[in-house]
């Protein structure tokens, strides 16, 4: 009975606030992929919601920032994919870091896994 409070009602009975059973049976239900999901939406529907007033304080030049930052994070993810694709070994950004540039790329890539 976590978190049941009870309230009286005009007739003098204790009746619960928060049924428990169906609270119980929502979080069994819940996935580790269903919350990172929902973690995900919050995440992105906040950028978005954000996106009008940077562009009102960036004009223009703001746009053709997220533009190109687009484009290269675009190219690069093709890049990673072709790296991970001729080598099925490479599983973690560290192991890819290390291909593509030596020891510092594992090293970076470590820090930033």
């Known amino acids: 009975t976590l978190g049941l409070h009870h309230h009286r009602s005009s007739l003098g009975e204790s009746l619960p606030l928060v049924e428990m059973e169906e609270d119980q ?3 069994r239900n819940t996935s580790f992929g269903k919350a990172v999901y929902s973690i995900l939406c919050a995440m992105i529907g906040a950028g978005i919601l954000g996106l009008p007033g940077t562009l009102a304080a960036t004009n223009l030049y703001g746009l053709l920032v ?5 484009a290269v994070l675009h190219y690069s993810g093709q890049c990673m994919t ?6 099925p070994e490479l599983i973690t950004f560290r192991d890819l870091g ?3 540039f030596g020891w510092w790329g594992q090293m970076i890539g470590l820090v930033l896994q």
């Open 66 to 70: 997220m533009a190109a930052m687009g």
């Open 82 to 87: 072709v790296c991970a694709l001729e080598d």
């Open 25 to 27: 049976d929502a979080i």
């Open 98 to 100: 290390e291909k593509a």
